[in-house]
């Protein structure tokens, strides 16, 4: 059975779809089958905690990490919600140097005046 899709891209991404079914000689159904597969594979590996990267034919050449906005939130999903454990005392102390922070020391002053100069 074939559905019909009907997407609304942008010009970029047109031109995209048309450079990729040029170089791979297939039609706009076929490269977006492609993508949807790879897309759906990506998503399943990174639910468990995989990333998309390139591998170099060259060994000593860097290996290259893909994200997006979408896989990069599948990454913390897959890394779920840790929680701490502190004994009261510790916990006291925390939130005590929570509610009142100490005053930036000098070298931090320094730093955050440098920074302002610095910029634009």
């Keep these: 059975m074939s559905h019909r899709l009907q997407p609304t891209v942008s010009d970029p991404v047109m031109e995209?779809?048309?450079r990729l079914r040029r170089e791979l000689g297939g039609d706009v159904s076929e490269i977006i089958t492609e993508a949807i597969?790879?897309?759906?594979?990506?998503?399943?590996?990174?639910?468990?905690?995989?990333?998309?990267?390139?591998v170099p034919h060259e060994?000593?050449?860097?290996l290259r990490e893909y994200s997006s906005p979408a896989l990069t939130r599948l990454e913390w999903?897959?890394?779920?919600?840790?929680?701490?454990?502190?004994p009261a005392k510790d916990f006291d102390r925390v939130?005590?140097?929570?509610?009142?922070?100490?005053?930036?020391?000098?070298?931090?002053?320094?730093?955050?005046r440098r920074r302002r100069r610095e910029r634009p």
Aim: cysteine-free.
């Design 95 to 112: 939130a005590r140097a929570v509610e009142a922070p100490a005053k930036p020391t000098r070298a931090l002053r320094e730093l955050s």
């Design 59 to 62: 060994p000593g050449q860097p």
């Design 37 to 54: 597969s790879l897309l759906d594979k990506v998503v399943l590996e990174a639910r468990r905690g995989a990333r998309l990267a390139f």
């Design 16 to 18: 995209q779809v048309q």
């Design 77 to 86: 999903r897959a890394m779920g919600e840790e929680s701490i454990v502190l």
